[in-house]
């Protein structure tokens, strides 16, 4: 069965670093849709990153372009967010998914209740 494992988050200082990571197992990675989200009680949900891991291509929510960084490991099955110049509003819940796609413009308009597979997230807190 799909199975996302998410990992490394923590306890920063705005303006630090983080690196999260999200294990897949159960299904062929090199060919998925793959997402991280992350969400505060009481708010809605955001896309933060989005890779379509046939090409690479990748998307970024406003509030993070050119701080994060999506990536993807297909030897070891896993996805990356590497989190630069982190700043106290990125404090939340991160969370990894994925869904199959049958192209890079599949994947880039997919919603995201269309995403079925999730991880059980990991905290991030800039304070």
């Known amino acids: 069965h799909v199975q996302l494992v998410e990992s490394g988050g923590g306890l920063v200082q705005p303006g630090g670093s983080l690196r999260l990571s999200c294990a897949a197992s159960?299904?062929?990675?090199?060919?998925?849709?793959m997402d991280w989200f992350r969400q505060i009680p009481g708010k809605e949900r955001e896309r933060v990153a989005r890779?379509?891991?046939?090409?690479?291509?990748?998307y970024y929510s406003s509030s993070v372009k050119g701080r994060f960084t999506i990536a993807q490991d297909n030897a070891r099955d896993t996805l990356h967010l590497q989190m630069n110049n982190l700043e106290p509003e990125d404090t939340a819940m991160y969370y990894c998914?994925?869904?199959?796609?049958?192209?890079?413009?599949?994947?880039?308009?997919?919603?995201?209740?269309?995403?079925?597979?999730w991880g059980q997230g990991t905290q991030v807190t800039v304070s």
């Open positions: 998914a994925g869904r199959s796609a049958t192209s890079g413009t599949d994947c880039n308009l997919m919603h995201d209740y269309e995403f079925t597979d």
């Open positions: 890779i379509y891991t046939p090409s690479g291509a990748a």
């Open positions: 159960g299904f062929t990675f090199s060919n998925y849709c």
